[in-house]
Structure formats: C-alpha cells, structure tokens
C-alpha cells in the first residue's frame, strides 16, 4: 500500500475553458483562458494552442492582465496563490501564497500593487459566503513570497465572479448580491446600497446576475435574472439615484461588458445571441445571432476591436468588432450527461464521447484540442425544453478502428422507446466515419451493453438487450445483399433462462465470450456459439466484466452491486479471489494487465490499481474526488514514460482519465511528468506565435533549418554555424538602409542567396542520414535514464558523427570562401 | 352587519371622456385637466387628488389647451376661441375669438403678463392679460403652416413653437423669427409624411426640447440652431412633453401609452457636464397619452383612455405614504347618479342627456336571486341646447327630476308615476333667480328643493301640484364664496348642510331659514356628508379619508368622532385611494353608517370598538370561522364589502334593498377605439 505523493490529480486536457471571461492581450494577438489547472494561450488569428501557463496545482479560476505591463498577466487558483506570468514566453515570474482558496481576481490601473480577490469566508462549504479583499503585493525579488497583508473590501458578495466590477478609473466598486447592488467609493470609503424588490406585480424577476462599469462615465449596467438590463445613474445619491431599464433578453442575462472606448454596451445570455446595445441610445441594438451555446462571458479587446465570448457548449469564439466571427476554439463538449462510454479512437487516439446533442464529438487529449464532431442522429436538434428527442447513448469502436457501432434512442421517460443501431465504417478517402447499415429493431428493448470483438481477422458486435437476448452482428453474412456492399446482419442470438443481460465482453484474443445474466456470467465460444460454462457468486447482480490481458488472460472480473469484485480463473472456471469492494467503475488497461477500479465510499471516490494475478494493489489513491466516478478511459501516452516507481509505472505506457458528477475531466500525473513539462515550457520562444507572412516564411524555415544543423550535426562544436545566405540577410536587415548600396546591386545576390546550390542538393540525403541518427539518439537517450551502461554508446555516436561533421565543416568553409563581399568593397568605395 | 336584497345596477352606460389637456399650478397646487367632451375639471395635488372642481363642457368644443396664469385658467379649443373661467363659480367666464381660425395651442409666461395661442392659419397671436380679461396686443411673423406647439422661454423674451417639420425660435420683442430648426422625417414610408411637433419645451439654459410624430425626442440649441441630440423614444409619437421645475427632469408621453423620463444628469460625479440620459418608463396607460405634466413629486398623465394617472417619483418624495401611491382617477369624484328612495327610481346623469330607471324585481331567496320583472328605462331626456348638464336630481317620491346646466336650470314633474299608465311631464316655470345651480337637492318629503347657486348661497323653492315657488335663500354669515359641491337635508326636514370647495361646511335650520353654525374647517375637503336621521348627527367623509360626526343640536362633534380622531383610523383604511363618495343610514339601525367609494362598501357600526392598527381590518372570513361567542371580542366597527367593483352609487332604498350601480372597466375598455397594435413577446 504506497500513498504516493508524487502522483496527484490534475485537470490537464478537455477541461473547460468558459470558467471564466478570457481575456485577449493589449496587442489582439493572444486570447488567455483558464482550462483546468493551467492558463491557455490561444492565437486569436490561427485559433491554435500556443502554450499554456502550468504552475498551479489547483483549479484557475481567475485571470487578468497586469495593469502596470500589460506583458504579464496574473492567475489566481483554488490552491491559494496567484502567479504572475510572462504569457508570452510562459514563463513564471512571481507567486504570491495567499493562503486560502481565491475565487476570482480583480485588478484596476488606479492600484498599483494591489489585487482583490474573492475568497471564501465560511469554514464550511455548504454555507457559502465570500469576502472580497484586498492584498497588497509586497515587493520582494524572490520567486515566491507571500503576502500577508490583506484588508476586506466587502463581505457582501456574490459567488459569481461577474457580479463585481471595477468603476471609471478605479474610483469605486460595484457588486451586487441577490437583490442589492453595493457601490464601494475608494476615495471616501463609503458604500451606497440600492435594492430592488424580488418580485413586482408583472412577475419581473430582479435578482442580479452580472454587473458592469462604464469605463468613462460613471454609469454601472446590471443584468437581471428576467433579462432585464438596468444602467444606473446618479449613484451617490440615497434617493436621487436613477436607472433605466432596456428589455430584450427573454432569461437572465449572463454577462455585459463595456466596449473600451464606452460606446457600446455587450450583453449575453441563454439565446446565445450576442447583444450590442448603443449606449445612450435607448433601444438602438445589433445582434449576432445562432452562436452556439447560451453566452457566459463576454470580454473585449483594450482596443476594442475583438470581442471573446465564452460559451456553455465550451467554446471561445472570437468575434471582430463588425460583428463578424473569426474564430472559434472549441474545448471538449460536457453536455448535463455523458451517456456513452469514454473511448478512444484506435486510429486517431482521440476521446470519444457524446458532444454536442446528436453526435459523437472526437477530441485529442494530447494536443487539448476538438478534432470533430460526428452526426450520428442526422437530424435537426430543436433547442427546447422539455422535448423527446434522439440522443446517442451507446457507442463502440472495433480494435483498428475501422468500424464503429453506435445506438441512439428516444423516449425514455414515455414508454413507447425507439431506437437505432447504426454501424459506421471508416473511410480512408474521406478519413472519417461513414454510415453503413442502420438497424431499426436490433432487439424489442432497450439495448444495455455492446462490445466488438477484439480479433484482428473478424470483426463481431455483440449487443445484449433488456429483451433477455442477447445477438451477435456479423457483416455481410447476408446473401441476399449486393456483392460489393458488405452490410451488417444477424448472426446469433443467444439467451439464458430467459433472464436479462446486464453486461458483455470479449476476451482479449476473442475467444471467449462472456455475457452477464442477472447473477450469472455465460462464458460463450463466438466461433460455434456454444455455451461453454457459467460462472455465478451470489448475491448481487452483475454489474461490469472485464476479461485480464496479456499474462494475466485467464483471469475474468466482475463486479457486482452488492459490492463484491470477484475474480474468475478461467482454466479452472473457479473464482480466484473476491473482495468486498464498491466498485463504480472496472476500466482494464488495454496495453498493460493493470485494471483500475473506482470505488465510492462514505462520500469520496477511492481508485485501485491492481494486477488480477496479484492480490496486492499496485496504486491505490484515496480520495480521488468527492463524487461518483461512472466514466473512465485509459489514453495510450504519444511516448512512453520510464518511471521505474513501483506506484506510477502504471503511468507509464497510459494515462487514466476519469470524468466525476460534475462533469470534470481528471486525470494523474506524476511528478517526473510534470518537471519535464514545466521545463520545456520554458524553453519555448516568441517565434513560434510569430504570424506566419511571407516574409517570416523565407527568414523562418532558413533559420530553422539551420538550427537543426547546429543542434543535430554539432552538438559539441563550439563554433557558430553560419551559412551564406543568413549572413547576407543579417548584414541587410542589420545595416541601416542609408548606407545600402542601391537595390539593384543587393538584388542577385539576395536572390542568388535562395537558390539551391549544388551542394545543397548533396546535402539532402546527408541530412535525412542525420534525422534517421538523430531519432536514434533520442530512444538511446531515454534508455539512458535508466540503464548507465548506454552511456558508452552515446558517447560512441558523438564519435561517429564527427568525421561527418568535418565533412559538413569543409562544405561550409568552402562556401564562405565562395562569398561576394564585393558589395562590402563597393560601399566601401561610394565613401568619401 | 345585516343583510340586504342587493340591485346590482350594470346599464349605466357611462363613459368618461378622453383627457386632452393637463396643465398645473405650482402656486396652488392644482392641476387642471381638460377633456375631450369639452369638460374642465381642477384636482388638489395636496389633498389626495380630490376633484374640487368640474365646469361641465359644451357640444362642439374641442380643447386643445390649457394655461394657468397666475390663479386664472385659460383654455382655447378648435372652435377659435379663447375661454376664462370662473373657478369660484365654476362656469365659464367669457370667451373672446382669437380670429386665427382654430387654436392648436395655448402658452401662458411666467411672468403671467401674456398669452400666446398658435393658430391654424399660422400666426402665433399674443394676448395680454389684464385685471378681468385679456387683450390682443399682436402677431408674431406669420407662418406658412400651423403652429402645433407653443413653449416660452422662462425669461419671457422668445417663444419656440413647432410646427409641420419644424419648429421656430420667435423673438417676442420684435416679433421677428430668430432660428428655424428642421426636424427630420421618417424613414421608409413615413417619409412622404409629415413630421409634426406635437410639443416643445424651451429651458432656461437655452435647450429646447421638441416630442414629434417620428417618435423622437430632440434637444435643440437657441444659439445656434443646431440638433444637440435626438432619443428616439418610440416607433408612433411622442405627444407631450413636460419639464420640471427645477428643469432636472423631463417626461415625454407616447400614443404607445408609455412615459418615458429623462433626466438631466452629470456623467461623471461630481462634476458640473450634464446630460440628457433616458431613464425611466412607466406604462399605465392603453392608449395614447395626449397630456403629461411632471408636478413636485409625480408625473401626471392623460390620454384617451380616459384615465388620471399619478405616478410619484419615488426619488422626490420625502415620506412613503398613501397619499404619494400610484393613483389612477377613472371616475368624477361626485355622483352621477341619484335615486329616488321611496319609488325605486333612478336618474342616470349623462353629459348630454338623463336617463330614468325604474328598478327591476325579483322574487327567492339566497345569494342570487331569480329577477321577475327587469328593470325599465322609463324616460331619455334630451337637454335643450348645447350646453351640458352640471347636476341632476330626482325627488325621493319620484315626481320631481331636476337637472341644472351651466346656463340653465330645469325641472320636470313626473305625473301619475304610480300609475305609470300615463306619463307626461311639464317643464315648471322657474323662478328667475334659480337661474342656475351647483349643486341640487330635494327635501325627504319632497316639498321643497335646494338649489346651491352662486356666493355658497342656497336657494330654497317650494314644489306643489300647480308649480314651484322660490321661497328664499340661506347665506351663510361669512366665509368664503366658492361654489357648493355638497348639499344634504336632514329627514325631519329641519337641517340642510352645504359644504363648498374652500372646505366650509355650513349648517342651516330651515325652520328659521338662518345660519346654524359653521363645523369647523378641516384642512382636507369634504367628499361626501349625511344627516342622521334620528340623532341629526352631521356625518362627513374627507378627501383624506377621515371621518367625523357633528352633532347639529350641541354644536359640537359628537363623542364617537373625537374617540375616533383620538385613537386614529385602521392604516388599511387611510391607504384607501377613492374617497367615499356616499353616507347612508340604516334606518332600521340607528347605529349603522354606511359608506361606499369605487372599491368597497363599508357600514361602520359605532357601537363597537375602533381597529387598532394590530388587529385585522379585514376580519369577516376570520370572524366566519369562529364559534357565535368569541366573534364579539374579535369584530370591530368596520365592515367591509369588497364583492362589487368600480362603484359608482350605492343607495339604501327605503324598502331596505341596496342599490348598487357597477360600471366595470373592461366594460369602459372596450368601448375606447383601438389603441396602437404593438408587438408582444412571445404573441
């Protein structure tokens, strides 16, 4: 039993990123994000994913830029620090330790050295109540410091962070709890309070949900639970105060915000229609209709000219001030309910899961970014509550990937169900997922489990049913059909006293097929569909089975809901071990013998990982998360880990995610993982966010190109590697134009500088030989960590490489013997 | 609180006219309300809005508006006339033509010297106002089109008036055109129409606010001439507008039926740069607001849905109370309908018509009753000329229906009723000196007939078979001689009490046809009186919602009404917003006062306790489901009936059966034209 503390918890991939308004930087370039535990940084012209900002070791959930350089920007999480960051190198400058969890953060150019926060006040968490403070950054060159000196603003507070705002220049502060909206004046410390009723007699519903300030005039705009948007005026009078009143949103408005200059008011809420209303203008307003999911966040650009807005579908959409959208970063799609399985893609390595209403949404965990939607419904969604519609609520992927089952159904809360099994197969032309065969009435109920069998020359679905059977679904068993279309069809059905199927799986090698009835576990032959054995540990019904891999293939698991987790020995058909255990969730490693059971007990999720040859837990975590895990996946890692901990070799080859209640998507990381991370991060440089023109292309590539040599071919020489060209370029770029020589002169020689010559033609193989070695390093690299005997070999393949090396020397000093410097010469000679 | 065979009256057809015109006076606090029928009327702002004043209106003539000078109001209309009246006397006084053909506008200064009126034919004529009439003195530059809108500057020495498409600055010492601001058309189809600028406001500063039909409120600056800003307030148009005094706030009314408010505020606080920001919107009304007027501490609207409406600023008032509640007036605040108690009658006054009613009857028992006979409209009479009729009365024996116009006061003798075989009528011959009355009222035994005339004087005329003789006046001693609007007769026939509009309730012995006393003046006017019948207490009800008992015989109140000052009426009482309107007695329970506004019918019990403001006011459901003996320790003096609504009379009939005459405002509504169609959410 190792309780590791080098492995913990971490939102890392597929978190969300409408948690907070993002912000866009001062120059338009880069649109932040909160996602998880790190801070995204995101191009607002490509739409890519940058880098992000990992430090935090808790849930972000507030960022702002610095007032004082707007190159920095400042993060505040759960885990009771604020960073301040250099977000275009990603680089951490400073933490600050607070101490205690902080919610939201607030800063104005007005105070300097000072941030608020939201802090949570009450020693319990079911009785919520936040604090806003202020805390004065002491000046300290260390890394981390702490501030301790912190004064509260206000314990009248609301939870969302958009019901505070910060007023003209900093002056005051507004935020608004309930039915109460609070003004702080800084300058005289006093706060004027303003109430509305709850209700009035038209049924208006008052309570605040947004707040925001006019960034010249000293008017505050609120946003109301019925859609109303209120603009106070007046407000350091008790009574003379006065507000007027614009009526469009139909349910409670979300978020406002000002555009910069003060001309435009933003607001958005459940239409996911983005409103700009003209400010002073009464009713005068544009929409932007049909953007997505209801509007959480707006934020504009200190220019004004980008708006971000951020959306419950988990998406940031960039939209420019002509009401245009330009860009749209999608996260992974959480509706209220995963209904499928998590999965992974065989092919793409992507998460599958339910996304938007209707499709399959393919999301790639390592590069955090949504891959596609699939339609598997194919009709339209009507966004209402309240109707019946079709939702995919099963899917699964043959072992390559080549094909994938999904079923859909409708109707479940009335009786009359409808379903469709619906096999799609995967084509290479298209490179996705097309429909092969629907089956309308695969069974006469409701559909609970379906898995393909895992044998790389047949491919098998088997589906069980509420109905009691349970059938298997071979392609183009059918003769009937047309030769060149292979369509899906019966191949058996099989039943056991008429008792329901609650689960099925295929063994490794698909030779086995298990099915659960009830409390027993058939153990079917798929090649002659004969039942073989059956397996039985009263009392409880099965709940999940899983066959072992590799080593440990003999071995079956089951779960059962009067917690039980037993063990079958197959060769013996005798149960192994069992232990009484709640397990929610039985996810197998499919690359190692490792199986994760999720437990749930007295309110907090325990995780084992254990061998099914081995009694012994491998890893066990207590207290994962304080909710039900249901759904839980292992994603093969893009290169393997060589952790030789007993505890995070589990890690090693996989990396589990789970998703809770909450609809978060966690996952473990280890420590080693991390500093590697946190390292390269830092190696990273400003050219890779440098848009890509024409210009950057021709000087871009050459450099790069030129880096590889260096770093690949030399990595002992000493000796700066310059190759013609780039020296040319440098002295144009780095002379100052009045004393260039005209243009026509600089010409063919500029020109002449791109030209491939002779030797770079030769060069071409020479470099591939390189790459090739180079890849060849780098596993031997890896192993070294290990094993110090490869060290000698290493340093065998610096040996070798060096006759190569002079040979590539003798090549560069040939060229620069080549070079023309009689332009040098001739302005040289143009001075007098 | 015994029971009673109710007549729940539904077929008097009443109507109120729209409301055309408001203008108020800050001085005196009142507001003045002209409608459409031609009816002026004046309310006190002060004393809950009570109705002080109606000088009934004529057929075909239109008011368009009205202007206070100093405590002298002037109306002028579509007719080319300009009118002043006599508000003590409530009638008009003179009428002079302003020879411009009809008159759009009417716009008194400040200083209270001149009038200006903007004409049809496009002159803006000015009228200078002397001791007791006005002057033409001359016109400003004639213009092309006619002047819709007239608005002084408050230093009296220019004159902004809109018109067709725009509006002009005059100078009034030369009388000469200063500046000519355009305003812009419409867009789309509206372009080709006219832009008309139903009103404007020219403040002190120099700003001049116009509302037009384009649904734009636009700022305009004097100097220059130029557009400072423009709101657009509605899709229709912006009708009438109204700054306060203080020029911080402004109210623009819509023919959507919406006030929208500006206010004149400083964007940054603190500091001195104010601006116009749009603020509030109020929708009280379903038609188009023809009128607002922003007093003190509310605004005030009118339009043709013929309703008042007060909305208070809640920023201006110092203390929340009843009296600054939002306050919808639909109905006059006096009786429009009279009965005759021992024949079952009932006289429906309209503007320009009476109609006579004899009750329906009905036969069963229980909460409704089968009807045997329905009721009968016995008689429609037509008045004779054009003006319309200020009061009416139909004798408690049914023979005698007196109505009185502004001019003229008539009577008819209703014959042979009781046989209702042969119905003919003489108009008696009157004598002269009952020329005309305020206020009219029959004795119980319907000998005599008391008519309030001119310096609160009653004149008091003998009716009999052959005729009606004036047998002679009641003065009172001294006091003030504002009109009458109350007259009550005791039953013994000894007693008549008259309360005028200063408040003054005079008390008569009509044996010795001399003063009585004088009950001491309250500072809240006197909505409705009676006299006991058999203590001849002296019952009133005031604007406030007060109540008070005088004893005629000791000359002083009675002991209930001083243990009712001491102790203090119930708070759900006092936050009543209609005054009652009618005090009855039961005769058959001498300890039963029975009172009635536009919401409820109440009897007060004066044997039992007064309310406290802890116990419950409306108690009849509790006391319901209590045993027989504990109800005594909860009942108190004040019952209430809330079953019927929008009351216009309710009268004890001498067979103890109620009257209680309904007019339902759906009724009211639906019978309006057709407001603007608007859009609805989710419609």
Known sequence: MVETSDIRVVRCGGSKVNLTPPIISSDSRFVLCTSGDLVKVYSTRTEEWLHSLQGHTNQVTGITLNPANHLQVYSCSVDGTVKLWDFIDGILIKTFVIGCPLFAIYVSEKHTGVLFLHVSMATDSKNECFQLVSVHLPKSAEQEVEAKEMSAVSSHISKNPSCTAFGRGGEYIAFARHLQLNVYFFRKQKTYSFSLKATDKKGAKNAFTCIACHPTDDCIATGHEDGKIRLWRNFIHKKEYTYSTQHWHHNAVNTLCFTPEGTHLLSGGIESVLVQWQYGAGNRKEFLP????????????????LFCTSHSDNKITVIESSFKVCGVIQGLVKGDAVLTDLMIDPRSKALVLNGKPGHLQFYSLLRDKHLYNLDIVQQEYIYEAGLDQFEVVKAAFDIKGSWLATVEERGKKSSDLEFFLKLWAFDERTQSFVLNTTITAAHTDRIISMCFSSSEETTMLVTAAEDSQFKAWCQGADADTQQDQNFW???????????????????????????????????????????????????????????????????????????????????????????????????PDPFSENVAAFSYQSKHTDLFVFKPSEPRPLFTNKNVCSEKVHRAVFVPREEPLNSCDESTQWLNRSQLYFLTQNMDLLTFSTATEEDRMLSSSKQLVIDDSVAVTPFYLLLGKHRQQQQKLNTQSHPVSDKPQQTQGSVTIKELLHTPAHVLPAASVLCSMFVNSFLISNTGVQQDPLREEMDSEKEEEDSEEEMEACDSQQELRAQGSVDEVTPKLSKAQERELKRVRKTDFSWMAGLIDSKP | MGEFKVHRVRFFDYMPSGIRALAFNRDIERIAVAR?????????????????????????????????????????????????????????????????????TIAGNQQGTHLAVGCEDGTVKLFEVNEDKIQFERNLDRQKSRIISLSWHPSGSKIAAGMMDMIQIFNVETGHSVHRLLADRGVGTSRSKECVVWSVVYLSDGTIISGDSVGMVKLWDDQTGTLIKSHNVTKCDVLALSVSQNEDSLVAGTSEGTVVQFQFISMVLGKDDKEWVRTRTFKNHTHDIRAVAEI???????????????????????????????????????????????????????????????????????????????????????????????????SPCGEWIVYSTASKLRENTLHGLKHFLFLFFQISKLPMVLSSANQLCFSSDSSHLFSASAQSSVHIASLSQSGCKFVGTLKPKSGSHQAIHLLAASEDGKWLASANSDHEVHIYNLQTRKAHCTVPVYSSAVTAMGIHPTTNCLFMMYADQQMCEYSIEQKQYTDWSRTVQRKGLHRFWMERDTPCLNVM???????????????????????????DDKTQFYNQLTLKSLPEEQRKSHSHAFKVCKTFKDILCVELMSDQSLVVVERPLEDVASQLPAPIKQKKFAT
């Open chain 2, 36 to 104: 459409m029928d031609g009816s002026v009327e004046v309310f006190h702002c002060s004393d809950r809005f009570f109705q002080e004043k109606i000088i009934p209106g004529r057929e075909q003539c239109g008011i368009e508006g009205l202007s206070w000078v100093g405590e002298r109001l002037f109306s002028a209309g579509l007719n080319g006339g300009i009118t002043e009246y006599d508000l003590t006397n409530q009638k008009v006084k003179y009428t002079i033509d302003a020879y411009g053909g009809p008159i759009w």
């Open chain 2, 296 to 394: 003190t501490t509310a605004v005030v609207s009118g339009g043709m849905d013929a309703q008042l409406v007060v909305r208070p600023l809640l920023d201006k008032v110092e203390v929340r109370s009843a009296a600054s509640a939002l306050r919808k007036i639909h109905f006059p605040h006096r009786r429009l309908v009279s009965c005759a108690r021992k024949s079952g009658l009932m006289l429906f006054q309209y503007p320009g018509h009476l109609e006579l009613w004899r009750l329906g009857e009905s036969e069963g028992k229980g909460s409704s009753l089968f009807v045997k006979r329905n009721p009968e409209k016995l008689l429609h009479l037509k008045v004779k000329g054009e003006d319309h009729i200020r009061c009416s009365a139909v």
């Open chain 1, 489 to 587: 069809s019966c191949d058996f059905v099989g039943s056991y006293h008429k008792l329901n199927p609650t689960n099925c799986s295929f063994s490794a090698d698909s030779s086995l097929l298990a099915v659960s009835f009830q409390e027993v576990i058939t153990i079917w032959s798929p090649d002659t569909w004969e039942m073989l054995t059956t397996l039985c540990q009263p009392p409880g019904v099965i709940r999940d089975l899983c066959f072992g891999r590799l080593s440990c293939s003999k071995y079956l698991l089951g779960t059962t809901t009067k917690n039980l987790l037993c063990c079958w020995n197959l060769l013996t058909c005798e149960l192994e071990w069992s232990t009484s255990v709640d397990v929610s969730k039985l996810q």
């Open chain 1, 290 to 305: 049909r953007l997505g999911g209801s509007i959480l966040h707006i934020s504009a650009s200190s220019d004004g000219q």
């Open chain 2, 585 to 611: 007695f039961n005769p058959q329970n001498p300890s039963h006062v029975i009172l009635h506004d536009t919401y409820m019918l109440c009897i007060i019990d004066q044997s039992l306790p007064l309310p």
